[in-house]
């Protein structure tokens, strides 16, 4: 596959743990979140969004927060599993504007 | 089906030589974007369009080119003037309007030797 992201800052948890990732953005303009999961080799696949009007959102395994007072947005992946290794970036945008943001990225590692 | 097909996945080309990357979507979405991924970073836009035959430079256009004549296609063509033109491209879609939320395509893999 595809060495992406070689100097990511990297999280590495036990299988069944709780994984926290966290992302800052800029933009005091932006109302939506995203949060992508890239594998290696492969395009990002999206995971889960939220809207400014929320401050959290659930999904199957995964929960979004949104903190915009200090402009910070992080993901919760429950009960981590093997197949949750990849990358993880988060996106920022504003509704009608076609634009997103990236995030760096995240390398999460599960050992099992 | 519906997606976004990227071809080819492997691309090589000797220095100096024009490529064009092939980004086709069947979803039916307005708005069509290019990123550029090198290791240890995240996507950087290239160009995007919000409709047909209209597109607009992103944050690192210098040396790139796009058509959108359709609207379900959006090549990117890497031209020589490209100074490090080796990297991960993907493309994606998005509905428009209020839709933000973008889809991507499985990436192509440039390498100019």
Known sequence: GESVGLHLPTLSVQEGDNSIINCAYSNSASDYFIWYKQESGKGPQFIIDIRSNMDKRQGQRVTVLLNKTVKHLSLQIAATQPGDSAVYFCADGITGFQKLVFGTGTRLLVSP | ?113
């Not at chain 2, 492997?10 to 069509?32: I, P, W």
Request: glycine share 10%; with cysteine.
């Open chain 2, 1 to 113: 089906d519906g997606g976004i097909t990227q071809s080819p996945k492997y691309l090589f080309r000797k220095e100096g030589q024009n490529v064009t990357l092939s980004c086709e979507q069947n979803l039916n979405h307005d708005a069509m974007y290019w990123y550029r991924q090198d290791p240890g970073q995240g996507l950087r836009l290239i160009y995007y369009s919000q409709i047909v035959n209209d597109f607009q430079k992103g944050d690192i256009a210098e040396g790139y080119s796009v058509s959108r004549e359709k609207k379900e296609s959006f090549p990117l063509t890497v031209t020589s003037a490209q100074k490090n033109p080796t990297a991960f491209y993907l493309c994606a879609s998005s509905a428009g309007g209020s839709y933000n939320e973008q889809f991507f395509g499985p990436g192509t893999r440039l390498t100019v030797l």
